[in-house]
């Protein structure tokens, strides 16, 4: 059965009343869970200052600060630049990188702008039920996760790696934004599914082959 809903760690943000109806430009409330459709937009859970659960609302729905960046007038242009992919699976699973928590780190979107930020959790999706069918891309080289980012400008994004810029100050020098790395990342190596045990099994099935190997080592000694 697909997870659909997962725990976020929670952060204060504020709804745009746009999405809601309520009076004002925006309410107070903290940011809770997320929710995977396979081909939908992320879509996240929000507790209200007066005691309302918001379901299901697209990262564009929400404001890291009461000042903040409109982006566009458009609501789905303004969800393109904040999520770049689609859901791949209705199974997903969230993770706080330690070696990323806190990091500083640059989004180009879709506009070819790039705006700065900082890293807070990662979503990841998967195929979780062998029982069925597999129509996304979760178990695919074109699998992309969704990295939670709080932008400069007051606003959430989900993006993948392909699309960010990372500091870190003990070893990264950030490459030229202009002059862009072009990484190969369909190599070769990985067009086809390896195998750590494709090999001559003769080797494995032999009785004590660790023990029998251990004592041919010690004899060569």
């Known amino acids: 059965m697909a997870q659909l809903n997962a725990n976020i760690p929670y952060k204060e943000c504020y709804v745009r009343n746009k999405y809601t109806g309520l009076p004002g430009e925006l309410t107070h409330g903290y940011m809770f869970g997320v929710k995977s459709l396979i081909n939908r937009p992320l879509l996240f859970h929000f ?9 299901q609302l697209p990262i564009s729905a929400f404001a890291a600060k009461e000042v903040y960046d ?19 699976s209705n199974n997903i699973a969230v993770t706080t990188f330690a070696f990323l928590q806190n990091s500083r780190v640059d989004v180009r979107c879709r506009d070819g702008i790039w705006r700065s930020g900082k ?18 891309f979760a178990n695919d080289q074109d699998s992309k996760c969704a990295h939670f980012i709080v932008l400069d400008d007051g606003n959430f994004c989900v993006m993948p790696n392909n699309l960010l810029r990372w500091h870190n100050p003990d070893f990264v020098i950030p490459y ?11 190599m070769p190596l990985f067009s086809e599914q390896m195998s750590a045990e494709d090999i001559d099994r003769s080797y494995g099935n032999s009785p004590y082959y660790f023990y029998s190997d251990q004592e041919e080592n010690d004899e060569e000694k």
């Open 47 to 55: 507790m209200t200052n007066f005691g309302a659960v918001l379901w």
């Open 70 to 88: 409109k982006l566009s007038d458009d609501e789905e242009k303004r969800l393109q630049l904040l999520q770049t992919w689609d859901c791949q």
């Open 176 to 186: 030229d934004k202009v002059n862009l790395p072009k990484i190969k990342l369909n």
């Open 119 to 136: 890293y807070l959790f990662t979503i990841d999706d998967y195929h979780g039920d062998s029982n069925e069918l597999n129509v996304g």
